[in-house]
Structures are given as C-alpha cells and as structure tokens.
C-alpha cells in the first residue's frame, strides 16, 4: 500500500524438526517484465544451510500466506557467466553487464530492480588491465584475494579473509586464467562468502568465470 516497503513483509521457516526461524526479506517487488507478479526474497540463516525439507510463509498485515515446502542445500556445483569489460561506447556505459551479483546470480539491466545496483564484483574497470574490483557501494567493506592456480576438484580451505571493520577501497587483483578467486562481500545489506575461477580470456574484452558460493570459514 501507499508508504509501504518490504518492512511491511515479514517470512517464517519451520524445519523437519518443527524449529521455527524469522527470515530476513531483502527485496519484494515486481518480477521484471512481468507487472501482474510480485517476488520475494528472504536470506536464510546459516542454520537452514543444509537442512533438507523446509516450510516458508510470508506474513503481510496480520494475514499469513500458506506454507510451502523447499529443498534447502548448499550449492555443489560452480556456475559460469561471461562478464564483458567495463567499457563507454557510443556514450553508453556497459557497467551493469560488467559487474554481477553472486548474491543474487545475476546481471544486467534486468537485474537492477533486484540487486538495487549493489554488486558484488566488477571486471575491467581499467582500459589497460585485465582486473576485477569488488569495492563499488559507498558502505563497502568486501575484500577480495587471488588463491594462484586451483580447479575446483583440488583440495584446499576457503581461507579467512576478514572484511573491512569500516568502508574501505580494496585494491584490484589481477584477471589470470587458472586462478582461483575468494571475495567476501560485506556491506550494510550483505555479508557473504564466495569462489570463483577464471576459465577464459579475452584480454581487454571479456572473461568467463565459474563461481560459487561457500559457507564462511571457520574463525571469521
């Protein structure tokens, strides 16, 4: 209603064993292209990580939705997109396709109602470098750090890579096919760990990267 915003939503889970959590709603809007439909998203809690079967309701004005039930996992299998370098052509400026939200898996202009411009990594920013930025918001605290050369089926730990206590310009790190990458993203709205590897590039124009993401370290 008039002078409403996603505060006036809330979200509940109730697990297997009949636990009940309050769930963080971080965006409730249209669906792009689709008026008619509305999304919510809720972040659930570290808790509900790899819980199985999980019920969720949404509660607006006193009234509570019907329980639905989801498969919660982490996910086991890294995704790829293919990022363009951050470039002005014809006065156009391609940064929504040059960033991507891990958060959300998503870019673009279509993005943007979602992620409300916040993104988590940045490719290209310069006309002479191959690199990747994370810090892009003026409350950012995300860190990022090269791991060197690793494939996904290699045996390693997700290092600590503790974020920025207050909004911090953290420098870029270098695009290098083979290596793999650990951000923690951290602003006000998210605080998250993720993995990516660089799989191909196209040096001054692109680059492929598979990604996921992973549960915080141990002492972070």
């Not at 570290?46 to 329980?67: F, H, K, P, Y």
């Not at 503790?162 to 990458?181: F, I, K, N, R, W």
């Not at 006000?188 to 692109?206: G, M």
Request: net charge negative; proline share 5%; glycine share 6%.
């Amino acid at each position: 209603m008039p002078g409403e915003n996603a505060s006036a939503v809330t979200a509940q889970a109730r697990d297997s064993r009949s636990r009940n959590y309050s769930l963080k709603v971080e965006f409730v809007g249209k669906v792009p292209t689709l008026d008619w439909l509305t999304q919510v998203i809720v972040r659930l809690p570290d808790e509900l990580a790899q819980a199985g079967d999980v019920s969720i309701s949404v509660t607006l004005r006193g009234q509570t939705s019907n329980e639905v039930l989801f498969g919660v996992k982490v996910q086991s299998e890294p995704l790829t997109v293919t990022l363009p370098a951050r470039r002005f052509t014809n006065g156009r400026d391609n940064y929504v396709d040059a960033t991507f939200s891990f958060e959300f898996g998503m870019n673009g202009d279509g993005a943007v109602p979602l992620t409300r411009n916040d993104w988590d990594i940045l490719f290209g920013n310069s006309p002479n470098r191959d690199t990747f930025a994370v810090t892009m918001v003026t409350d950012d605290c995300s860190r990022i750090r090269d791991l060197g050369a690793l494939n996904w089926n290699d045996t390693f730990q997700v290092p600590v890579l503790q974020a920025y206590l207050v909004p911090t310009s953290e420098p870029t790190v270098d695009a290098v096919v083979g290596h793999m990458y650990v951000v923690h993203t951290k602003d006000t709205q998210t605080d998250l760990y993720f993995l990516f590897r660089v799989e191909a590039l196209d040096p001054l124009k692109s680059v492929t990267i598979s990604w996921k993401a992973v549960q915080r370290p141990l002492g972070d």
